[in-house]
């Protein structure tokens, strides 16, 4: 009863929804039918009309809205959603699912929570209501962003020309989101003809201004589900999600936050998530890479005689910054000089930094001498990168064996500190054994320290170009 005596005290059912909104009259149709029932903050019904209509909102919505019951399932189709504690948004998918309203399931995921495009809403809403699709289907597109191989064509097309949508300056926008608002004009106007708009005929269209093509750098994700936000924090909304290997234009970097284009919005994404790779010149050129020269200080590291790893380390970093600046990197080095920070402080120094890649050199040493060879290591300890840290790691180890011709002890999984609390794709290179007189013999001589150095860089260059 408490519904009925709040709505005789309010002039409107949603406090958000004025009666001026172009959206009021179908926002009311809809909660009238049971359809939508926004929330209650506050004391206060809210609509949230600018709020972005999810994947999961948006089934409820149309399942409702043209009739269909809810489909119970003791057992979910989706990873991503419980029928037990989430009953209500379950039956919905399901049903949603079982009529082939919706695209972009893939693993068994629905992404309930990620915000509808444009394009996904015209199968959403065209399937739902049984538009007649195919009727439309050798019309032409009244909108200049639409081809007739788009894959949502038919359906934009019976969208327009069922009068549902005029688009907007000559566009669909497919890849943009819809807010909750829009998204109920487009279900009240199915579902009511009363609603519906006048449809004009349709002449040829071409856009005044062409989208713009890719950017100087892209990001591609190293990760499976990497949230795409509204705003450069992690509290932001989520504008939609990238898997690995997604790609999005890259506007400018800020921190750890690139802002990219995503599906024509604004979006900002962790770039710890993103292989941020240049579209022309040097693939690294502004990439901001961490070198850590081991040991230092009063740490020697391994030692044979008068030779100890930190020297070698030191040597043979200095001159993979000089080969990486002069491409236009960025590169720091935790110690320039015989200093020892502690591990704990090398990985604060790459976080101030906004570190893209970390690569920590060293020299192993072991009790037998005849040990030798080169092994380079990544973490796999919380650590979402670690696919990434695999191919970088790869890639470096294998430039160093070709090119200083060392025995290849292979690539590994250890949790040294430095790597372990790294999860931008960083490696801990074991150079060769100071140990070993072979190796020892080209770990002290300064053409094999660039040797050693010009194989780190190209392992580098090699895994930003792949
Ligand atoms: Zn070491």
């Not at 399937?127 to 200049?144: E, G, H, I, Q």
């Not at 909304?237 to 921190?255: A, P, T």
């Not at 030798?372 to 650590?383: L, P, R, V």
């Not at 470096?396 to 040294?416: C, L, P, S, T, Y």
């Amino acid at each position: 009863m408490g519904g009925v005596s709040t709505e005789a005290f309010s002039s409107q059912r949603f406090a958000d929804v004025p009666s001026t909104h172009e959206a009021y009259q179908h926002i009311n149709y809809l909660a009238d039918k049971g359809i939508i029932k926004g929330y209650n903050e506050n004391g206060l019904q809210l609509f949230k009309l600018n709020n972005p209509v999810t994947r999961g909102q948006a089934a409820k919505m149309v399942v409702l809205g043209a009739d269909y019951q809810p489909l119970k399932v003791a057992q979910s189709s989706f990873v991503d959603i419980n029928p037990k504690t989430e009953p209500e948004l379950s039956g919905f998918v399901e049903r949603a699912a079982s009529l082939g309203l919706f695209d972009n399931i893939s693993d068994k995921r629905f992404n309930p929570n990620v915000p509808l495009t444009r394009g996904e809403m015209s199968k959403v809403i065209a399937t739902a209501f049984k538009l007649d699709v195919n009727r439309y289907a050798s019309y032409p597109s009244p909108f200049c962003d639409i081809s007739t191989s788009y894959p949502y064509f038919k359906y934009i097309n019976a969208l327009y020309y069922n009068g549902l949508s005029q688009g907007s300056n000559g566009k669909f926008n497919p890849n943009n989101h819809l807010t909750r608002s829009q998204f109920a004009l487009f279900v009240a106007r199915a579902m009511d003809a009363k609603f519906r708009l006048a449809v004009k005929s349709v002449n040829g269209q071409s856009c005044s201004n062409p989208s713009p093509g890719k950017t100087e750098t892209i990001g591609r994700a190293t990760v499976n589900g990497l949230n795409v936000r509204s705003a450069a924090n992690a509290s932001s909304s989520i504008l939609g999600i990238l898997n690995r290997g997604d790609e999005v234009n890259v506007l400018s970097i800020n921190g750890w936050w690139a802002k990219v284009n995503y599906k024509g919005s604004i979006g900002y994404v962790h770039k710890t998530y993103l292989k941020l790779i240049n579209q022309s010149g040097s693939v690294v050129k502004n990439r901001i890479i961490v070198l850590d020269p081991g040991h230092g200080g009063k740490d020697s590291g391994a030692v044979n005689g008068s030779y100890a790893e930190k020297r070698i380390a030191l040597s043979v970093a200095s001159l993979v910054k000089e080969k990486l600046e002069k491409d236009g990197a960025i590169v720091y080095m935790t110690r320039e000089g015989d200093t020892y920070p502690t591990l704990k402080e090398r990985v604060d120094f790459a976080h101030q930094k906004y570190a893209e890649i970390f690569v920590s050199i060293h020299v192993n040493a072991s009790a037998s001498a005849s040990a030798k060879g080169t092994e380079t290591y990544y973490s796999i300890t919380a650590n979402e990168n670690e696919l990434e840290d695999k191919v970088l790691a790869t890639n470096i180890n294998n430039e160093i064996v070709k090119q200083a011709n060392m025995v290849n002890r292979g690539v590994k999984r250890e949790d040294f500190y430095v790597i372990r609390h790294s999860v931008f794709p960083s490696v801990l290179v074991e150079l060769g054994f100071i140990s070993n007189n072979e190796d020892l013999s080209k770990l002290v001589n300064s053409n094999y320290q660039a040797i050693f150095a010009n194989a780190i860089y190209q392992g580098i260059v090699n895994y930003y170009k792949n």
